[in-house]
């Protein structure tokens, strides 16, 4: 059932309302705004063919498409400036060797006794499994300091995830390493101060702060054992012969020629941000104690060098016909809120723009997205979107519109940045299909 705007097509069966979106590796990690599984599944299998070799995700997270892709014979190549997201997509889509998993499954339990004889023990008390190397013996694990870290954990919380990760990084061999690094960065985040139900970073109350008292190694050996059945389940069904790569490139600035210059991308699904992280999605914020953590620097302005981020150091302008009476509606009431939708518009435009050209002739690209509201004006990112792909070469085939029964998104936002008032987040997504024809 059409809405006739622009090709908007209602469709229930994109819903996916009773699917399981954590199959497979998509079960690692936690993640805001997550493309579900089965639409990734369902865009790559309608929109590729025999002839399809490569898939390109622009904004990959999680690698969700990535390992779709993966799943139905194709290689992947995906983009995200996030650290975090990349370690997760790394994981997600690495088939790694799982009988060495295995072995240190059957010492886990081991390691966590062992923390409590930290200061009385020798190496070889631990499993032939473990390597040691010299002078990175159990003892010698560091506490790590950075800003506030003493304001979002515990004492007890820290020496224990710091016993975590000197494990992780020197006891675990380099090939399977990430797979307990994204264990790690969850259980970081459940063992922290933080009200996980938010995307930026709230402390819980007072009051739940006397009862809380989170146990990390038990949260990491959860994340183990729910992710390594994951990882079995995509060992039965995977093709070895793909594979994904992951990159820390801004598409917004280029694409690099080595990567794609003797490569042209056969199909695109990806599902960008809705706007710069400051005013919707705080994926910096949702991320910053595991990279912290992880040791990524200036982890505390990871959103500030996302898409429309630092919007005041942006220059140009950008006008949309599909979105003109809108935008002029913003500025008209709060000039500054205009310029942070602007400076995410010149990013997402310049983004499509370097894209455009590495896309083959009749191949398909498709974006999800939603239409998020500033001001409570609604902004209709799927137009604009269509707007700046037609400018480039492409033609509009569809826009699905389908209802978000499970995807992972803030309940309600803040549109007027008043203290109280509030309105509903997106309800909708919007799948747009565009195709190449020059």
Sequence with gaps: MSNNIKNRIIEKSWNF????????????????????????????KEYSNNKTRLLFDPYCGTGTSLLEANIKGINAIGTDLNPLARLIATAKTKLFDIEKIKKYLTEIDSLF???????????????????????????????????????WFSPEVINKLAYLKHIIQHHIENDIRDFFLVCFSETVRESSFTRNGEFKL?????????????????????????NFKGLEELLKISNGNVKSNIYGFNTSDKMPDE?????????????????D????????????LSNQWLDIKNANQIDN????????????YVNFDSAKKELMKINEIDSCRFNDVQSFLIDY??????????????????????????????????????????????????????????????????PTNETGITSPTMN??????MQKIN
């Design 277 to 288: 992280s400051k005013t919707t999605v705080a994926y910096g914020q949702f991320s910053r």
């Design 428 to 433: 909708n997504e919007y799948i747009v299909i």
């Design 113 to 151: 006794l062992l923390y409590n004889h930290i200061n009385n023990f020798s190496d070889d008390l631990f499993s032939s499994h473990l390597i040691h190397e010299e002078n990175h013996s159990i003892a010698d694990f560091k506490v790590p300091h950075f800003r506030n870290i003493n304001f």
């Design 349 to 414: 435009h310049n983004s499509i723009k370097n894209i455009a050209p590495f896309v083959k002739k009749n191949s398909h690209v498709c974006y999800v997205l939603g239409n998020r509201t500033v001001k409570n004006i609604n902004i209709p990112l799927d137009l604009i979107t269509v707007e700046i792909f037609s400018n480039y070469g492409f033609k509009h085939i569809n826009t699905f519109v389908r209802d978000i029964p499970n995807k992972r998104m803030p309940k309600a936002n803040s």
């Design 202 to 226: 709230f402390k819980i109350s007072a009051e739940k702060l006397k009862t809380f008292n989170p146990e990390p190694f038990e949260i990491f050996k959860s994340k183990i054992f729910r």
């Design 17 to 44: 309302e009773s699917s399981n979106t954590k199959e497979y590796t998509h079960c690692y990690h936690n993640y805001p705004a997550m493309m579900i599984p089965q639409v990734a599944r369902r865009l790559v």
């Design 305 to 316: 060098i996302l898409m429309g981020g630092n919007g005041s150091y942006r220059k140009g």
């Design 259 to 275: 990567l794609f210059s003797s490569t042209e991308i056969d199909l695109i699904v990806t599902s960008p941000p809705y706007g």
